[in-house]
């Protein structure tokens, strides 16, 4: 290796310069402002629907009738609380399924001609003008980001002026029923009716739930200046112990304690400083605008303290055959942004949600197992109960792999933040059991080699030795392994590991590429990629092994080749493979063709009924075109398309805690910044060849360079909080890291248009 020293210049010369460059100077209110969605019309579409949420609480905007605009409540944890006795796969979807609460109407005098609405992002408020054939009503909404009430206002002329409002409530019952996807079991009984009555100063909608539980909506109603004032708020109680009506009322009493002005200022506060974590911007205004919308909906949808991401989020609808949660792909997608994007907050709720439940994942084995092992089967609610079972082939529900996958999100969390306390405590002991149970599956033939017995390959066919599975051990053990050897764990079971590594069955593959299993091949449609696991996302095959770049490509191209049976998160598969492959066109057009076919006017998507994944699945695409950091190396702008001239991205977080900002100008890389939040080594690739190297707290800085493909390959020893600039001359110049100018779909918005 051949060792630079940076001595370009003194060390007070060096912090002057410092002090001049790799800011991030941005105007936040009109980066984020130009992400704004916009409604000309208005329709009786969920899909079309302006949301909004806090976390817990939520409300989708649009048209009840010719003469209602609906505001439709949720609440992530409104569940049904009966016994679950998990002994048919869709148990769940009877006995602890999400239920519906009801919708605020704001009825209209004249028929609704026509809208002018906009949902700021920004400060996430929605607001505009509804027309009717008799006035207009200007109105305005916002979910506070710090309480949980749900503020309408609204203000109408002529006819309109006299404002009314109607609660609508829904049945409780859940959706796998009242929509239609199964008979009503014989045995279901239904929870007793809603209760609508009023309290002094409040209305009310009280449900109870058979198991002395329930949930209840509570709203008031004022005039004050001209304005149609209404508040709302939700209690749940999963017992009979809390009073879900004192909990709203108290809720709306804070509220109105704090004031109006300090509310939305509060409320202002907390959206705006979330966004600037990082940023990104594109010359596209429709991919730019899409991933801050899905930053957007990941804070509305969770919080540090709140439950994780369903399928739906807080944005309910009875109109969906999904109300639980699924854990062979939807979970794993809809967190895949959060660690790149630096809001690892968000991802709390995901590992609490595993070590608050850790014994029922135990218990979800046989008992012969429990004593080390632990699994997930693909639908549970919150408790996470869900056992696996081998006898359950029929209608393809043995997939051993979702909890080792969904651990693998617990992993990106300590991989990005470095925090060694969680990893050793919590992560690794869990890490171990999941892997042990697809130990416990192994099964040893005549040569000695292992494979894992017949279990599904999620949508498509059950297979021996099947990828899915298969790709799940191979990472668990590999992430085992290396957590042991640099944590200095000292863990007995190493050796077991690496022998099972030795001797476990390759993956099955034929002239096509990976195929589903042993003897079954890939020959129809399949629209999830449960075959391509050790691509996209483990890494345990990838592009840096030369060896098997023919494999990844003609396995990824047979994939996509039958096309009948792809559905949204097929092309964001695509997408992040052909970024993972450095080929950022074809990432570009495979995301192109998704917004083309498969996005909602509200970036909301479509699978019979709404699911969370696959819009934020896309994010996760966009961000891996700018940066990918797999196998101990930073990639910076892997796969960027052949169109994209300008682009710039600050403080996204990498594995090792690196948050790294870049500028691209010109289809050339201009500076790459690091700022090493726990110090080590930092391993960087780029286009730009290095002539700067310089830091913030060290005069004298070795590092070294090497060539890979006609790249820079940058190793540095970090310190703690040290920041380090990379420059592609020796000239030092202003580099300030701002948002680029749009030159592709240079005026789109998101919304709903005429």
């Not at 002329?157 to 009242?178: G, N, V």
């Not at 129809?524 to 990629?529: C, F, L, N």
């Not at 345990?540 to 098997?548: E, G, I, S």
């Not at 057009?589 to 969370?612: A, C, H, I, K, S």
Request: with cysteine.
């Amino acid at each position: 290796m051949k060792y630079f020293v940076c001595l370009l210049l003194s060390l007070g010369c060096m912090f002057a310069g410092y002090a001049q460059t790799g800011k991030s100077v941005v105007n936040w209110p009109e980066l984020i402002g130009r992400q704004t969605m916009q409604w000309d019309s208005i329709s009786t579409n969920y899909y079309t629907g302006m949301i909004l949420g806090n976390g817990l609480l939520g409300a989708n905007i649009y048209k009840e009738n010719d003469q209602a605009i609906r505001f439709d409540v949720g609440r992530t944890d409104v569940v049904d609380q009966r016994a679950n006795p998990a002994q048919g796969f869709t148990d769940v979807l009877l006995t602890n399924a999400r239920l519906p609460i009801g919708r605020m109407t704001l009825i209209t005098s004249g028929k609704i001609t026509g809208a002018k609405m906009a949902l700021d992002i920004y400060n996430a408020e929605a607001g505009g003008i509804i027309y009717t054939t008799k006035g207009s009503i200007k109105f305005k909404c916002f979910v506070d980001a710090n309480h949980n009430v749900i503020y309408i206002e609204a203000v109408g002329t002529d006819a309109e002026s006299k404002t009314a409002w109607a609660w609508l409530p829904e049945k409780s019952i859940t959706p796998r029923i009242s929509f239609g996807s199964v008979a009503k079991a014989k045995d279901y009984k239904e929870n007793p009716a809603y209760n609508l009555r009023d309290t002094i100063g409040y209305s009310l909608c009280e449900q109870k739930l058979l198991n002395k539980g329930g949930y209840a909506t509570v709203w008031k109603s004022d005039r004050h200046n001209g304005k149609s004032i209404m508040k709302i708020s939700v209690g749940m109680s999963a017992t009979e112990k809390e009073n879900p009506v004192g909990t709203a009322i108290a809720e709306l009493k804070l509220f109105d304690s704090i004031g109006y002005t300090g509310i939305v200022q509060r409320h202002r506060n907390w959206w705006n400083s979330f966004y600037k974590k990082s940023f990104i911007s594109l010359p596209d205004r429709r991919l730019e605008s899409f991933y801050w919308i899905q930053m957007y909906k990941l804070a509305s949808a969770t919080r540090e303290d709140k439950p994780i991401i369903d399928l739906m989020g807080p944005w309910f609808t009875s109109q969906t055959p999904w109300p639980a949660i699924w854990w062979n792909l939807n979970v794993q997608l809809t967190y895949s942004p959060i660690y790149t994007a630096n809001h690892l907050e968000l991802s709390k709720p995901l590992n609490k949600i595993f070590n608050d439940n850790l014994k029922n994942l135990i218990a979800n084995v046989p008992e012969k197992w429990q004593y080390n092992a632990a699994a997930l089967g693909r639908i549970s609610s919150y408790d996470l109960v869900s056992p696996l079972n081998q006898k359950n082939l029929a209608g393809m529900q043995f997939e051993p792999g979702n909890l080792t996958w969904a651990l693998y999100c617990y992993h990106q969390y300590y991989t990005h933040s470095q925090n060694e306390v969680e990893l050793r405590t919590k992560l690794y002991p869990l890490l171990k059991r999941a892997v042990n149970y697809l130990i416990h599956l192994l099964e040893k033939d005549e040569n000695g080699i292992l494979h894992l017995p017949v279990s599904a390959s999620p949508e498509y066919k059950n297979a021996v030795d099947a990828n899915y599975s298969l790709a799940a051990l191979r990472w668990g053990l590999e992430a085992l392994g290396d957590i042991n050897k640099s944590m200095n764990i000292k863990d007995q079971d190493q050796r077991r590991w690496e022998e099972i590594l030795k001797n476990l069955v390759a993956y099955p593959i034929d002239k096509t590429g990976f195929m589903i299993g042993k003897d079954l091949p890939l020959n129809s449609s399949h629209r999830h990629y449960s075959h391509l696991m050790m691509v996209h996302p483990f890494h345990t095959v990838n592009w840096d092994q030369q060896q098997n770049r023919s494999l990844i490509s003609k396995s990824l191209e047979h994939w996509l080749s039958y096309k009948d049976a792809l559905a949204g998160f097929s092309f964001t598969g695509a997408a992040s493979m052909y970024a993972n492959i450095e080929n950022g066109d074809k990432a570009y057009q495979w995301l192109n063709e998704l917004f083309d076919r498969f996005m909602q006017p509200n970036t909301l998507y479509r699978e019979t009924g709404p699911v969370m994944e696959t819009p934020l699945a896309a994010a996760t695409s966009i961000q891996e075109m700018l940066i990918q950091s797999w196998g101990n190396k930073i990639r910076i702008f892997p796969a960027l398309p052949s169109q994209w001239k300008d682009v710039a991205f600050d403080n996204l977080l990498t594995e090792g805690a690196f948050l790294i900002s870049a500028k691209r100008e010109q289809g050339k890389t201009t500076m790459i910044k690091i700022n090493a939040q726990k110090g080590g080594t930092c391993v960087l690739q780029t286009d730009m060849e290095i002539k700067t190297v310089m830091s913030n707290k060290r005069k004298n800085l070795k590092y070294s360079i090497t060539s890979y493909e006609g790249k820079s390959v940058v190793n540095l020893k970090t310190m703690a909080g040290e920041t380090v600039l990379l420059f592609p001359s020796e000239k030092l110049t202003d580099q300030h890291i701002l948002p680029v100018k749009a030159t592709i779909n240079n005026n789109w918005t998101w919304g709903l248009k005429k």
